[in-house]
């Protein structure tokens, strides 16, 4: 009879029950296992929950002197994030639903960052969330929590390979800030925006915004975040440099096949690397019928064009 697991490290090689670790989770798993750069860290699952509070405190501070050795760094800044059965899925991505924390340095703030993460599961957002979405997921979830190394991120974003405001797939949309992408992803700040080619991977448009603040750690309590003023020789600069952009279109074709849906995907950059925070299906314009925009909206078209002018210089 095969005990389920209390804890799995993301590098884990081994099979993973997707119910067991939850959506996100299972995303990561996946994603280290295909060789991308994401952030260490482990999953606590539903039944490292069922333990006593005594031996979750003591496991958990194990698991995270573990995780600090393996970083060669003492008190490591973690993220503690959600991963629900049924979030980030096809259908429904239950995007800010539940509780994130980042920045998280100690281990007692570790131990009431994951406990509040773990009791958003009950929160009447998630609930309102569930109840929002349909009838058969209005019953609460099982839920694990993810422990992640922080990175210190110098820019951070999203990127859809596709254009969601027309539901072009022959495009890879990313949008860009300084810092981390908190700020981004709830719509608090203008952020830099790039429109790439799939097939060739040439930048078609790019907007650069001015970019006054940014979400960085917070040095006066030595955990969790603060808004702080961008340099200001940063301000109108781009976040992203073409060798980013060229990199990050690459990951996107990747996910994308493997996966074989539109993907939204979370990134971070620091120290000239670049780190995959999160991916997940495209929710809206992957439901519907995929299509190709180009000359006279004929792909036939679209592609000759593309071929034939392949390589000329423009004028």
């Given at each position: 009879m095969k005990i389920p697991q209390e804890l799995i490290w993301l590098s884990t090689p081994r099979r993973v029950d997707h119910q067991l670790v939850g959506g996100k989770a299972n995303g990561l798993l996946q994603l280290t296992k295909l060789g991308l750069p994401v952030p260490a860290g482990f999953v606590l699952t539903p039944v490292f929950f069922t333990a006593d509070l005594t031996r979750q405190k003591e496991q958990l501070i194990t698991t995270y002197r573990q995780l600090e050795h393996s970083l060669n760094k003492p008190n490591p800044a973690v993220a503690v994030r959600s991963s629900a059965s049924g979030e980030d899925g096809r259908q429904h991505s239950f995007a800010g639903a539940y509780d994130t924390y980042l920045w998280v340095r100690g281990i007692e703030a570790l131990l009431e960052k994951v406990a509040l993460c773990r009791s958003s599961l009950f929160s009447e957002r998630a609930a309102s969330y569930r109840a929002e979405m349909s009838e058969s997921t209005t019953a609460v979830p099982q839920m694990a929590v993810i422990v992640q190394a922080m990175v210190p991120a110098r820019a951070s974003g999203v990127m859809m390979t596709m254009n969601p405001s027309n539901g072009d797939r022959s495009k890879i949309t990313i949008e860009s800030t300084w810092g981390l992408g908190q700020l981004l992803v709830d719509g608090t700040i203008n952020p830099d925006?790039?429109?790439?080619?799939?097939?060739?991977?040439?930048?078609?448009?790019?907007?650069?915004?001015?970019?006054?603040?940014?979400?960085?750690?917070?040095?006066?309590?030595?955990?969790?975040?603060?808004?702080?003023?961008?340099?200001?020789?940063?301000?109108?600069?781009?976040?992203?440099?073409?060798?980013?952009?060229?990199?990050?279109?690459?990951?996107?074709?990747?996910?994308?096949?493997?996966?074989?849906?539109?993907?939204?995907?979370?990134?971070?950059?620091?120290?000239?690397e670049i780190f995959i925070l999160q991916a997940r299906a495209e929710t809206v314009w992957s439901q519907k019928q995929a299509k190709v925009y180009g000359l006279n909206g004929r792909p036939v078209d679209q592609i000759v064009n593309t071929l034939t002018n392949f390589g000329k210089t423009k004028t």
């Open positions: 925006r790039f429109l790439v080619d799939k097939i060739t991977g040439e930048l078609i448009d790019e907007t650069i915004t001015h970019k006054a603040q940014m979400l960085g750690a917070d040095e006066q309590h030595g955990s969790g975040t603060a808004v702080i003023p961008v340099p200001q020789p940063l301000e109108n600069a781009p976040s992203l440099t073409p060798k980013e952009i060229e990199a990050l279109c690459g990951y996107g074709r990747l996910l994308e096949n493997h996966f074989g849906t539109p993907q939204d995907i979370e990134f971070a950059t620091y120290q000239n």
